[in-house]
């Protein structure tokens, strides 16, 4: 929803194209996305546009890929096709894994807590999918950083009723995923026969995976993604900025069902 919201304003201004113009197909790992993707929040009355027009799952793109009869492992790899919001990073590509947005988050806060370039940045503490609550006291900076992870609803449940208690510990900073192990099981991913999974952990492949792309990129960490640095510089002015905030951050209310109508906007 974020790259939507960029795409439909940064990239627009950039490139000189009225956002109206612009069709913005997400592909998630996600179904949620479909209905998030049609919430008021996405809506951006400056543009008069969604952030995000249509949302595909991994698993429908997969099949329209193979009804075209691209042979998708036989494609020549290739970079990005423009050159404003292209570059990713290695903490881009965890995000999917749990404990991803965790990482990525604590390689970015250590090197600004301790104000250098840290060669070290791996954080086990908070890889894996054996729990479904992960927890790490880690020493930052100087600083004593609690964490939590959580991954799957009945985990966080786990963990919200502890914190409820009072008698979780006072944490820093809490990632919670929706789905076991996270995006990679996703709702939308491509399915997995139920015979096959008695004999692999799906959750732990496919973080192995994105746990070793991250392994062979030259930029690992969010804040040196030299395209972020320019869209803050040139356009939003700073983290946590009043368009950030605008374009970029949204909430959430209690609420049982979704209204009527909602799906058809
Ligand atoms: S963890 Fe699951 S529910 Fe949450 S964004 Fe990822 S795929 Fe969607």
Request: charged fraction near 30%.
């Amino acid at each position: 929803m974020m790259e939507g919201a960029i795409i439909k304003t940064y990239y627009a201004q950039h490139k000189n194209i009225d956002p109206k113009d612009i069709f913005v197909v997400s592909v998630m790992p996600c179904t949620a996305k479909k209905t998030e993707s049609t919430r008021d929040e996405m809506y951006n009355p400056a543009t008069g546009c969604r952030d995000v027009d249509a949302v595909l799952t991994t698993r429908e793109i997969a099949r329209m890929i193979k009804q075209a009869g691209i042979d998708f492992t036989k494609l020549p790899d290739e970079g990005p096709d423009q050159d404003l919001m292209g570059e990713y990073t290695g903490a881009a590509v965890i995000f999917g894994a749990t404990g991803g947005v965790m990482e990525a988050a604590l390689r970015t806060v250590a090197d600004i807590l301790e104000g250098k370039d840290l060669p070290s940045f791996e954080y086990q503490a908070v890889r894996g999918v054996d729990a479904g609550v992960k927890e790490a006291e880690l020493e930052i900076g100087g600083l004593k950083i609690r964490i939590a992870v959580a991954h799957s609803t009945a985990a966080a449940r786990k963990l919200l009723d502890a914190i409820r208690a009072g008698t979780a510990p006072e944490y820093h900073f809490i990632e919670i995923m929706g789905c076991s192990g996270g995006c990679v099981c996703g709702g939308g991913q491509p399915q997995v026969h139920a015979q096959d999974l008695m004999d692999i952990d799906l959750r732990s492949l496919r973080a192995k995976a994105l746990y070793e792309e991250d392994n062979l990129m030259d930029v690992r960490k969010s804040h040196k993604n030299e395209d972020v640095e320019t869209l803050y510089k040139d356009f939003l002015g700073e983290p946590n900025g009043h368009l950030s905030h605008e374009l970029l951050h949204t909430k959430y209310q209690r609420r049982e069902i979704y209204p009527d109508g909602i799906l058809e906007k």
